[in-house]
C-alpha cells in the first residue's frame, strides 16, 4: 500500500496496525475512507494470520469526524440527507464493534465526533498524554451519530456522557482516564511501544476465547441473567472443543506455558 493511501497497514507478530493517514485534513472520514477502513476489518477479520488489530493515526491528529467538505458539498447539491456519509459510517463502527479480533484503539492525538466513536468501538483504549476528546455534534447543531449516544452511557454514564455531548467541552487525556473514555494514558513516546506490547500479549493469547468472550459481553446487554448464563454455556462448550481449549488443559496439566493458535 503506497504512503500517500488514506489508509495504511501492516501486520507484525499477529497484530495488525491500521494507520489513517489523511494527514492534511486531520484523518477526517470521508466515505472513501469509510469503506476502504470497513473493506479492510472485512479481510483482516478472516486473516488467520492476523490475532489482534490496532487503530491508529498519522500527524497530530487521531481523527477530526466527519470530513466537512464532503459535507458542504453534499449539501450544496442539495444531497445533505442521501449522500451516504452517516450509512456508510454506520456500517463501519458495527463492523469494528463485532470484530472477532481483540482491537485496541492507540490514540496519538485528538479524537473528534466519529473519531471519538471509533474509539468508542474498539475493545481497548491507550491514549497518549497529549490526546484530547471532544464530540463535536453540538458545535454543528447536530445530534450524535456514529454510537455516541449508545457507547459513551454505556463507558462513563448518563450524565457525563450528557456533560459531553451537550457542553461540547475538550477533554484532556488525563480527564478522559478519570471519567472511564480510555483505560490507560502513557507518554506521548510511549504510546507505540506500549500499545504494541499490549497487542502483542493479546495475539499471543486465546484469541478464539477472546472472541467468544466479546460477543458474550456485546450481546449480553439485552439479555436475563438465565439467559445470559445458557449463553455462556454455550460460548465454555466451544472454548472446551478447541485446539486452544485443548493445549490450555494440556498445558496446566504439565505445568508449562500454553501456546495459542486461536482455534
Known amino acids: 500500500m503506497t504512503t500517500d493511501s488514506?489508509?495504511?497497514s501492516h501486520v507484525q507478530a499477529g497484530v495488525a496496525w491500521i494507520t489513517l493517514n489523511r494527514v492534511a485534513q486531520h484523518n477526517a472520514l470521508d466515505i472513501p475512507t469509510l469503506k476502504h477502513l470497513h473493506a479492510l476489518l472485512d479481510t483482516l477479520n478472516t486473516d488467520t494470520a492476523v490475532r489482534a488489530v490496532v487503530l491508529t493515526g498519522n500527524g497530530r491528529s487521531f481523527c477530526a469526524g466527519a470530513d466537512l467538505a464532503e459535507w458542504a458539498e453534499a449539501q450544496a447539491r442539495g444531497a445533505l440527507e442521501t449522500y451516504g456519509w452517516t450509512e456508510t459510517a454506520h456500517a463501519l463502527m458495527t463492523r469494528l464493534h463485532t470484530l472477532d479480533k481483540p482491537t485496541l484503539a492507540a490514540i496519538n492525538g485528538t479524537a473528534v465526533g466519529a473519531g471519538m466513536d471509533l474509539t468508542l468501538c474498539c475493545d481497548l483504549r491507550i491514549?497518549?498524554?497529549s490526546a484530547r476528546f471532544k464530540a463535536?455534534?453540538?458545535?454543528?447543531?447536530?445530534?450524535?451519530d456514529a454510537g455516541a449516544s449508545w457507547h459513551l452511557p454505556r463507558l462513563i454514564g448518563s450524565e457525563q456522557a450528557k456533560r459531553l455531548l451537550?457542553?461540547?467541552?475538550?477533554?484532556?487525556?488525563?480527564r478522559a482516564l478519570a471519567a472511564g473514555l480510555v483505560g490507560e494514558v502513557v507518554a506521548d513516546d510511549q504510546l507505540h511501544a506500549h500499545t504494541t506490547e499490549l497487542a502483542t500479549l493479546l495475539a499471543n493469547g486465546?484469541?478464539?476465547a477472546f472472541a467468544q468472550t466479546k460477543t458474550l459481553i456485546r450481546e449480553g446487554e439485552g439479555?436475563?441473567?438465565p439467559e445470559q448464563l445458557q449463553a455462556e454455556l454455550a460460548a465454555?462448550?466451544?472454548?472446551?472443543r478447541s485446539v486452544d481449549g485443548g493445549e490450555a488443559?494440556?498445558?496446566a496439566m504439565e505445568k508449562r506455558p500454553a501456546h495459542f493458535c486461536g482455534q
Open 6 to 8: 488514506p489508509v495504511l
Open 127 to 129: 491514549a497518549a498524554q
Open 136 to 144: 463535536g455534534y453540538t458545535r454543528m447543531a447536530y445530534s450524535p
Open 166 to 174: 451537550f457542553l461540547d467541552e475538550l477533554w484532556s487525556a488525563d
Open 206 to 208: 486465546p484469541t478464539f
Open 223 to 225: 439479555r436475563s441473567l
Open 236 to 240: 465454555g462448550l466451544l472454548c472446551g
Open 249 to 251: 488443559l494440556r498445558a
